[in-house]
């Protein structure tokens, strides 16, 4: 099993400083998002995405943050029932990728697989409350 980082995800108002921050000092570039059905930004250095903003009322927190696995969904999902350890399955708009979310205290953990083995669709991710 292997697992690299894919992304952290921010929660942050429209303009804020952490926007401001990572584009304007970092220089970190917008591009390509999947056509998720919130608003929201995602944030490039060269062809990754590393911040994953989502439009929010707050100034900026942690979302969540996201590694990729080479593990299939079903090798994962009973790894956490044998671990009893609630998680969340959704899909990415478009994609074969699918999300795994898992709650860990304070923070949200995406774990992203590519699973072309499985014939299910998933629902999509649509807010960061449904993560709750």
């Known amino acids: 099993m292997a697992i690299t980082f894919n992304h952290l995800n ?10 401001s921050l990572l584009t304007d000092v ?3 570039k917008g591009g390509c ?12 250095q060269g062809d990754q995405a590393l911040i ?6 707050k100034q900026c927190s942690i979302g969540h943050i ?6 299939s969904l079903q090798t994962l999902t009973q790894k956490l029932q044998q671990a009893a350890i609630k ?3 959704r899909q990415v708009p478009d994609s074969k990728l699918i999300q795994v ?3 860990a205290g304070e923070v949200i953990f995406e774990l992203i697989i590519l699973d072309t083995s499985s014939q299910r669709n998933f629902d999509v991710f649509n807010q960061h409350q449904e993560l709750l």
């Open 10 to 19: 921010l929660l942050a108002s429209e303009g804020s400083e952490a926007t």
């Open 33 to 44: 998002r999947p056509n998720f059905p919130f608003k929201g930004t995602w944030l490039y």
């Open 52 to 57: 994953h903003i989502i439009e929010s009322d």
């Open 66 to 71: 996201a590694f990729e696995t080479d593990m």
């Open 26 to 28: 970092l220089g970190l």
């Open 87 to 89: 998680y969340n399955v």
């Open 101 to 103: 979310f898992v709650r």
